[in-house]
Each structure stands twice: as C-alpha cells, then as structure tokens.
C-alpha cells in the first residue's frame, strides 16, 4: 500500500467522525475469516461423525455376513422350510418394523421358477453340521433296493452297525418291502435317482426335480419316512452337471436336503467287480488317515462279492477304533470341494 493512499484515507477518516470507513474495513475481513471458518469447522465435525457410522456399518455388515455364512456353512444353524413369497429363500422381514427399508431394499436376483415347483419337496426341519464326530465310518450303499439289500441287512445287524442306503427307481411292491426293512432295522434311507439317467437327470433343474421327486414320494409310500440327505448320481460334480450343478445344489440346499459324496470307495462301480478281498482291500484304503469316512459301495443284484467283503471291511473299521454309523441331515457332510473355474 502506498504512502499516498495511506495519507488519503487518513484524510477521510478524519472527514468522518463516526469511523464508519475504518469500521467497515475491518468489519467484512473479519465476516468473511467467520464465513469460511465456521462451515469448514462444521464439515469436518460432520465428516468425523460419518466415517464414525460408516465403521460402525461395515462391523455390522461383517458380523452378518460371517452369521450368513455360519448358516450356509451348516455351523449349528437349524434349517426352516422358508416363508412363501421370499425372494432370497429367507423370511420376509416383518412389515411393520421396517417398513422404509422395503422401498429401498435390492430386489436381489430374480426368483427361478422352478423354486414354486413340488411345493412338497422340502426337508422336514433339522440342524445342520452339528455332528463331527471323530473315528466314524459312513457305509453307504447306491443303487439299492435289490436281492442283496436283505443280504447287507443280516451282516449289519450281525455287527450291529448302522449304515445308509440312496435308493434307486423300482416302483414295484418287492422294492417298496426292501425299502421298509432297511427303515425297519434303524438304517438311513436317501434319494439317489429314479431313473439314474445322468443325460436325463442333469438336463435342467427342472429335470432334477422331477426325478428327484419321483424318488422321494416313492421312498415316503414304501416306508413312511421322508428322506432328508440324498446322493447325487455320478456325484455332486461329475462329466454330466458341470453346467448346471452349482444351480442343482443351490436349489436342493433352499429345500432343506443334504447331500453326501464320498472319500472312499471299494471299487465294485465297474462292469465286473473284483472279489471280495480286493474290495475290501479298497475301502480299508488309507485307514486311518482321514477321521471321518464315507465309504461308497454299491447295492444290486450283480454285486454278491460286495456283500462278500462287507465282514471285512466292517471289522477292519472296527479294529482300528472307528465306529460305524448312519448318515443323517445333521452329519456334517463329505462332499466334493468346487474344482478351479
Ligand atoms: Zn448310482
């Protein structure tokens, strides 16, 4: 500022007597340091608040989340046939809680049709993963009923060890006695197929359902009891469903049902099975290395030296500490990890 400017205004304010020149000088500064500071004060009080409400969101976000997948996992989670008209297979929330949250909520994917399909099809309610038991063996027989089926039934009650059998088609009146006298003897029966048909079956979801259907109903009829764990044929990942089973799993695992793989098995799946010491020799494979066992073998009429190893593979089990047992919903299942994309 120059001395001649300085000298002009002094003159001026000695004009006024009232100062209102200086006054205002140092008035609008002041309004203005006042108009830039207390907005900026109160942006980064709000800001610290947000961010406070943002971290308090994403804890919540995790805890539900980690308690979704605790259910999905099968951690101690009771499985409950879900509310008609949910569009994530979960309970609506109640209306008059929460009702702005509706308005805002994401639709999520759309609903498959095939969800409204057998409305009858679904697991009664049961826990789910609440028994990992440790040195226990799982014998599971595909493929039944058949002529061997009473056969299996003697030498399981000889040991009196439980197992499980995933039955096949056979709508006939011997099939359905068959079906009864595993129930009977305190075994566990499951769905496995109708028609066994992989082409067939792993079609469509749609198709699944069909055939899975047609299979449980029958199983319900012949023994009263309706299953809740079934196998897939081929497994749950096989050469037939790579383009539809995760669709498959999702599906059956929103109506409730478990499904079981297998980690062992004694090799009588082929045309000609070997004798019965070479089968038994397979399923006592790796004994003891894995804790919990669930050995696949198979349940028809060409199968006689299934049958015929079936003493010595209980008892190398048996001899080796492990404890026979039924398959239930609440097993905490073997089943096959999802190959790399
Ligand atoms: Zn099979």
């Known amino acids: 500022m120059s001395e001649k400017i300085k000298a002009g205004r002094s003159r001026e304010e000695k004009k006024h007597p009232f100062f209102l020149g200086r006054l205002l ?7 203005l340091v006042l108009a830039v500071l207390v907005p900026t004060a109160l942006a980064i009080g709000l800001e610290a608040s947000l961010s406070q409400t943002r971290a308090e969101l994403d804890r919540l976000q995790e805890s539900s989340a980690a308690a979704a997948g605790n259910f999905l996992a099968g951690d101690g989670g009771v499985w409950q046939r879900p509310e008609p008209g949910g569009t994530d297979g979960s309970a609506a929330p109640p209306q008059e809680t929460e009702p702005a949250q509706d308005s805002v909520r994401d639709p999520g994917p759309e609903v498959p049709a095939y969800q409204a399909l057998y409305p009858e099809l679904y697991a009664g309610e049961h826990e789910w993963n609440t028994v990992n038991k440790k040195k226990v063996c799982y014998l599971t027989f595909d493929d039944g009923p058949s002529a061997r089926t009473p056969e ?76 809740q764990i079934f196998r897939f044929p081929g497994g749950s990942i096989n050469a037939y469903n790579g383009h539809i089973y995760q669709e ?80 239930t919903p609440e097993v905490r299942p073997i089943v096959y990890a999802y190959p790399n994309p």
Not at 25 to 31: D, N
Not at 175 to 196: C, E, F, L, N, P
Not at 290 to 316: C, F, N, Q, W
């Open 25 to 31: 000088r140092r008035a609008v500064p002041a309004a």
């Open 152 to 227: 299996v039934l003697e030498i399981l009650e000889r040991y009196g060890v439980k197992a499980t059998f995933f039955v096949v088609g056979k709508d006939t009146e011997q099939s359905r006695q068959w079906m009864k006298q595993i129930v009977d003897a305190g075994h566990t029966i499951g769905v496995h197929s109708y028609t066994h048909t992989y082409r067939k079956i792993y079609a469509s979801v749609e198709a699944y359902l069909e055939d899975f259907a047609r299979e449980y109903h029958i199983i319900e009829e012949a023994t009263g009891v309706a299953p």
């Open 248 to 327: 498959i799993v999702a599906e059956m695992t929103r109506r409730g049902f478990v499904y079981f793989d297998w980690n062992r098995s004694n090799g009588d799946a082929v045309r000609k099975p070997p004798a019965a010491p070479v089968l038994a020799q397979n399923a006592l494979d790796r004994l003891g290395a894995s804790s919990r066992v669930v050995v696949l073998m198979h349940d028809s009429k060409g199968h006689a030296t299934t049958v015929a190893a079936l003493p010595a593979i209980i008892e190398g089990y048996q001899n080796a500490g492990y404890t026979l047992e039924a398959l």
